[in-house]
Nanobody, 123 residues
Framework: QVQLVESGGGLAQAGESMTLSCVAS????????MGWYRRRAPGGRRELVA????????DIAAAVKGRFFIYRDNYKNTIELSMNALKPEDTAVYYC????????????????WGQGTQVTVAS
């Protein structure tokens, strides 16, 4: 059973920093790209924040580029999202994502999601 376990989140003031962490646990097999997405309003679409491939190549959303940084540890199957200079518009539920191909499974990797962690930035 593969699980993505997130930690971090909570309340911050505008301008402050916060770090989110995510670990892929269980019988993960082959782990491809990992990243963070966010949903800023209930029922709204989940938008990409940052992803990092197994080769550490990153893709960062324009809205957070230069403020958010993503790091990956392939040995531990973990990622961290370092969020700096937070803005009220960064308020959202943040979801960890990973593309995983479990052992013994043939085919393309599947998307796995964490349960989500709330980040609230007060002005």
């Amino acid at each position: 059973q593969v699980q993505l376990v997130e930690s971090g989140g909570g309340l911050a003031q505008a301008g402050e920093s916060m770090t989110l962490s995510c670990v892929a646990s269980g019988n993960v097999g082959q782990v491809g790209a990992m990243g963070w997405y966010r949903r800023r309003a209930p029922g709204g679409r989940r938008e990409l924040v940052a992803t990092v491939a197994a080769n550490t190549q990153t893709d960062i959303a324009a809205a957070v580029k230069g403020r958010f940084f993503i790091y990956r540890d392939n040995y531990k199957n973990t990622i961290e999202l370092s969020m700096n200079a937070l803005k009220p518009e960064d308020t959202a539920v943040y979801y960890c994502n990973a593309k995983i191909l479990p052992p013994g499974i043939i085919g393309d990797p599947s998307d796995y999601w964490g349960q989500g962690t709330q980040v609230t930035v007060a002005s």
